[in-house]
């Protein structure tokens, strides 16, 4: 059984389109994530949710909307895809809230906007 | 915030030689400092953690170095393997309340073999 898993793997798609990828996990845990990984590999954090509350919002435009209908799913939706949106995006999770515990991750969705 | 600096970006070595990768942070209250591993086409995983109460852990061919004062972690692998062929990621947070996890710019590491 995947811990985190995410949907789909990969996404191409044209400029303007609205998209959606969507993350659970069975691990029981309260915190979820999405990260976004750039062509160069660098990591960033966008949300943060803990019980499907909006923890972190890490100065990310807001046609990138993420929802949690509950504490296994956290879903990202992107409207209006522009070309920087090309990225491998991660879903993760932690059994404590906060960032002094390990993070599980998913195994990415790769966007590819043209 | 937090600023984590990572070198080398790429880094290769002969099998069965040592690989280190070395890490800065700016954060002086930073105290919790993963280690992540990604293989291609992978998300990351979690190797080795530290946090600031201690100088060193390790496990097995891993262990992870911290200087609090000089703001600097190193990651130490022994006697490498071709598995060990990945991308690493040093890390950087306070361990409370929501405080973000800062991740450094990353490594390729190639194990010649």
């Known amino acids: 059984d995947t811990a985190v898993s995410q949907t789909p793997k990969y996404l191409v798609t044209q400029m303007g389109n609205d998209k959606s990828i969507k993350c659970e996990q069975n691990?029981?845990?309260?915190?979820m994530y999405w990260y976004k990984q750039d062509s160069k590999k660098f990591l960033k954090i966008m949300f943060s949710?803990?019980?499907?509350?909006?923890?972190i919002n890490e100065t990310v435009p807001n046609r990138f909307s993420p929802k949690s209908p509950d504490k296994a799913h956290l879903n990202l939706h992107i409207n209006s895809l522009e070309l920087g949106d090309s990225a491998v995006y991660f879903c993760?999770?932690?059994?404590?809230?906060?960032?002094?515990?390990?993070?599980?991750f998913g195994e990415g969705s790769r966007l590819t906007v043209l | 915030g937090e600023n984590v600096e990572q070198h080398p970006s790429t880094l290769s070595v002969q099998e069965g030689d040592s690989a280190v990768i070395k890490c800065t942070y700016s954060?002086?209250?930073?105290?919790?400092f993963p280690w992540y591993k990604q293989e291609l086409g992978k998300g990351p995983q979690l190797i080795i953690d530290?946090?600031?109460?201690?100088g060193e852990k390790k496990d097995q061919r891993i262990a992870v170095t911290l200087n609090k004062t000089a703001k600097h972690f190193s990651l130490h692998i022994t006697e490498t393997q071709p598995e060990d062929s990945a991308v690493y990621f040093c890390a950087a947070s306070r361990d409370f309340g929501n405080e973000k996890l800062t991740f450094g710019t990353g490594t390729r590491l190639t194990i010649i073999p």
């Open positions: 954060d002086s209250a930073s105290n919790y």
């Open positions: 949710y803990n019980n499907k509350e909006l923890i």
């Open positions: 993760a999770s932690s059994q404590v809230t906060g960032f002094a515990g390990e993070l599980f």
């Open positions: 530290i946090r600031s109460n201690v």
């Open positions: 691990l029981g845990h309260d915190t």
